[in-house]
């Protein structure tokens, strides 16, 4: 950890950051697995979905940038590697070969899901140990992609 001032103990604070890093890992995942599928779609709806995946991926690299600078903030460093990224990851590998914007929007929607629960309960967990402004931020990230799930979502048919 490097020095700061911040008043939050350094216990709180190598918590903070191994959460941080946890999730910065994923999203480093999930921005990779967007760009795949918005370079490999095809199917009718093609240009709205290849769209809506680069905006999603835009998204996602924001939060990342987000993650990454709080772990610095407390005073950590933020891991953003591929190859840490690979190994750290919580999310299913991307199957690749996939081409139909269905099969895309699919699993893309389990992805992004799977971060926003995992992120809904980092915000409980850093909560506890008594970083309230890290669980706001993964307040606002959860938000964030429970929003980008409803995009992708939309273009799936109703049941």
């Known amino acids: 950890m490097q020095h700061t001032h911040n008043m939050l103990s350094a216990n ?6 191994e959460l941080l890093n946890k999730h910065l890992a994923a999203a480093i995942d999930l921005h990779g697995q967007v760009k795949q599928a918005h370079w490999n779609v095809r199917g009718p709806a093609f240009i709205a979905v290849h769209e809506l995946f680069d905006k999603v991926a835009d998204a996602v690299e924001e939060y990342s940038d987000t993650l990454a600078e709080r772990a610095a903030a407390l005073g950590g460093s933020a891991q953003r590697t591929v190859q840490v990224a690979a190994e750290r990851t919580f999310l299913m590998p991307y199957a690749l070969g996939i081409a139909d914007e269905k099969e895309h929007i699919t699993t893309l929607s389990i992805s992004l899901a799977t971060f926003g629960e995992s992120a809904r309960k ?20 959860s938000r964030g992609f429970d929003h980008q799930l409803w995009f992708v979502e939309s273009h799936l048919s109703p049941n």
């Open 122 to 141: 980092a915000i409980n967990e850093a909560a506890g140990y008594g970083d309230a402004d890290t669980a706001d931020l993964l307040t606002e990230i």
């Open 12 to 17: 709180v604070r190598t918590k903070s950051v």
